[in-house]
């Protein structure tokens, strides 16, 4: 990434004084693997300042839930300063909890002037809010990991296993997403023609969807199709039935019909820089991708495994580690130079990341941190320029009060709670010393 410095005066043109490197969240040295400790391990060359923590008073409606998940920050006018930040809490009944944050110049802190919980009652409750997605009209896709066959509300539909869409500025359901089948939601991405939305069920079996709306901007109506093929090779995709109420209950066992392709739990859906759709599936260790030559119609793709499944030689300050990727990729995320970041639940909870250059024949991989004991780092977003990543820490030991960790605001922080944070490179958060 570069910064082009420019002077010009009245009567002047413009004048090119120089174009400086600004340094990538990317750049750092591997840690060295190692078990979870009371501590969140991560490079030196970063830090983290604490957000907010399950318990913590919201302006309105309580306090922040348990568990939390998702953490997409949604920015204001394509500002990496200002924006919303979006945490899902994985509880029954679910929680979304938005903060109004913003960047403090002076003190290179994050500041939240605001937060509120979001009334479901008019949708029925939420269960089990996992993962999600920030769409490009900057709404919130939170995700339902949890289907109950149930119509308390006898609106026709099942209660629970639905994406449901949020605007972050007014704190208020839009609705659930019906059109976008009923399973174990854990995540979407929305492509940049603004109708495509690729999703997965977390489940076993789990099934690959592409949802095709039938107006930009509107995922309340179109057309839904399921992966059907080989993991290594050919596949297609194969439009379900999709327009009534019972229809669209029923994508499970449409899915079960027409053989769709079984996947043990697809975790979270991306797109890449290089128009590639990633996947991952929780318990067969990889992480998929495959290249959708027509978003827009279902029609034949070959897929292939990007990464996992295998070992990895980890370069760190003491030396060189031959680490197995193990159990449990789940949250993806790329940064902007196009290097997937995979947050595991399951091992020993690590975060990857992937270089773009990286092929299993040429394994290019480097580990950025080690969550708490008991917990699972989740819910990765960046800000637009990608100088700052948010996460959550979901479910550490309420016994890691042993150690403390000073966070960039000068806090010490025990990981013994759950706890949205977000982490940058030294010289872009907190005063330098």
Not at 203 to 221: E, I, Q, T
């Amino acid at each position: 990434m570069l910064v082009v410095i420019i002077s010009c005066s009245k009567n002047d043109d413009p004048t090119l004084i120089s174009v400086l490197p600004v340094k990538s969240i990317s750049e750092f040295t591997s840690v060295a693997p190692a078990e979870q400790t009371t501590d969140f391990v991560f490079p030196g060359s970063h830090t983290f300042q604490k957000i907010i923590e399950t318990g913590d008073l919201l302006t309105s409606g309580g306090t922040l839930p348990a568990r939390n998940d998702f953490t997409g920050y949604v920015p204001i006018n394509g500002s990496s300063a200002d924006g919303f930040l979006s945490i899902n809490s994985e509880t029954s009944p679910g929680g979304v909890s938005i903060l109004d944050i913003r960047l403090n110049s002076s003190t290179q802190l994050w500041e939240v002037t605001s937060s509120e919980a979001v009334d479901f009652s008019e949708v029925g409750g939420t269960k089990n809010n996992c993962s999600g997605t920030v769409t490009p009209w900057n709404t919130i896709i939170s995700c339902e990991e949890r289907i109950q066959v149930i119509d308390k509300n006898n609106d026709g539909y099942n209660d629970f296993g639905w994406a449901v869409e949020i605007d972050p500025k007014t704190k208020t359901v839009l609705d659930k997403r019906w059109a976008m089948g009923n399973f174990a939601h854990e995540n979407a991405v929305v492509h940049s023609n603004l109708r495509t939305v690729y999703q997965g069920s977390d489940s076993n079996p789990g099934y690959l969807y592409k949802f095709v709306a039938d107006n930009k901007k509107d995922l309340s109506s179109g057309n839904l199709y399921v992966f059907v093929g080989d993991k290594a090779g050919t596949g297609n995709w194969i439009q379900l039935n999709n327009t009534t109420k019972q229809e669209r209950n029923a994508t499970l066992q449409q899915s079960v019909e027409v053989g769709a392709t079984i996947f043990g739990g697809i975790e979270d859906v991306e797109i890449g820089h290089d128009g590639m759709v990633y996947f991952a599936v929780k318990a067969e260790d990889k992480v998929y991708r495959f290249l959708d030559s027509d978003p827009l119609a279902g029609n034949s793709l070959v897929m292939e495994t990007y990464v996992g499944a295998m070992e990895y030689t980890i370069t760190h300050l003491e030396g060189e580690t031959l680490v197995l990727w193990g159990t449990g990729n789940d949250n993806l995320a790329f940064d902007g130079e196009g290097n997937l970041w995979v947050l595991q639940d399951g091992s020993k909870n690590y975060v990857w990341v992937v270089d773009k250059d990286h092929t299993q024949e040429n394994p290019k991989v480097k580990l950025f941190g080690i969550a708490p004991i008991g917990s699972e780092p989740t819910g990765i977003t960046f800000t637009p320029d990608y100088q700052y990543l948010f996460m959550s820490i979901q479910g550490p030991n309420t016994s890691n009060n042993s150690t403390e960790q000073i966070d960039a605001a000068g806090n010490s922080i025990k990981f013994d709670n759950h706890v949205s944070l977000v982490i940058a490179l030294k010289e872009n958060l907190g005063v330098i010393e």
